[in-house]
């Protein structure tokens, strides 16, 4: 028998990926791949949002129904509850002060501002771990006494990730891509609702380390009506890149948006 060898372009032999003596042939899409965790260093991402009271002015589509407002120094945060029998653990995903990947896990204590381990660039997602409901509307915040009842003294500023009661887990349009990370935007999606006829730009940005947000895509929704952008070429995205969902109605509604990707470690 005359072995087999493989060469890359550089003339280098490399063997071939075996599970159970069988030669590894994947028949599936690589977003399936990922998905299962077949293809080492990759990970995916499906972010969603959510805008119960859209304006007449760009704001991004997450639970504060506000303008967000971007970490812009690496600092402590602090998670607190509207409701001061608030006791379920909650997990936060972002990034840390050198735009690394971080997740926690923290307990709530009611109206009581607890702190999350080390400083943070970056939160995208928070969850409720626990077997019970959120009661009150549960805030990751720079605010470390949130005025007493839990909710942050400046919320306009303060705030950076809110869980509504009956969600569990935040609703954020947003997303930003890790220290040495590339990520490939696959699609992003819109739907406005409202009893009368309105209409609502969505803008896809991204803005990139140390620059401003610059537009990617712009759609009009009439209320009533969704629409999603599929990208034959994926929108690649670069390490420290903020991306969002904004929305900018012509008068006040609701607005639900997303958008999904995959990212590689370099």
């Known amino acids: 028998m005359i072995p087999l060898k493989l060469l890359d372009n550089k003339g280098t032999t490399f063997g071939v990926e075996r599970i159970?003596?069988?030669?590894?042939?994947?028949?599936?899409?690589?977003?399936?791949d990922i998905v299962e965790g077949n293809i080492p260093n990759h990970g995916f991402?499906?972010?969603?949002g959510h805008d119960s009271a859209t304006t007449n002015a760009i704001e991004e589509v997450w639970d504060g129904s506000r303008p967000y407002p971007y970490i812009t120094t690496a600092s402590a945060l602090f998670l607190s509850s509207s409701d001061t029998n608030d006791d379920q653990p909650y997990e936060i995903e972002g990034l840390d002060e050198a735009w690394r990947s971080r997740v926690v896990e923290v307990t709530a204590n009611g109206f009581v501002s607890v702190e999350l381990p080390g400083l943070w660039m970056r939160v995208f997602?928070?969850?409720?771990?626990?077997?019970?409901?959120?009661?009150?509307t549960i805030y990751v915040s720079l605010d470390a006494d949130a005025g007493g009842d839990g909710i942050p003294d400046t919320l306009a500023t303060d705030s950076k990730a809110e869980i509504t009661p009956g969600f569990n887990q935040t609703l954020m349009a947003m997303w930003s891509c890790p220290e040495n990370t590339t990520a490939f935007l696959t699609n992003f999606y819109a739907s406005c609702s409202d009893t009368t006829a309105k209409t609502s730009e969505i803008g896809l940005w991204v803005r990139e380390f140390?620059?401003?947000f610059q537009i990617k895509k712009i759609i009009s929704i009439n209320s009533g009506r969704s629409a999603q952008i599929k990208y034959d070429f994926p929108l690649k995205i670069p390490s420290k890149s903020d991306i969002r969902i904004t929305?900018?109605?012509n008068a006040s509604m609701?607005?639900?948006a997303g958008f999904d990707l995959w990212h590689e470690e370099l």
């Open 20 to 32: 159970l003596d069988r030669q590894r042939v994947s028949a599936m899409p690589y977003e399936f």
């Open 45 to 48: 991402v499906s972010k969603f």
């Open 125 to 136: 997602r928070v969850r409720n771990m626990g077997i019970t409901d959120n009661a009150g």
């Open 247 to 249: 929305s900018n109605s």
């Open 210 to 212: 140390e620059s401003v």
């Open 254 to 256: 609701e607005v639900s």
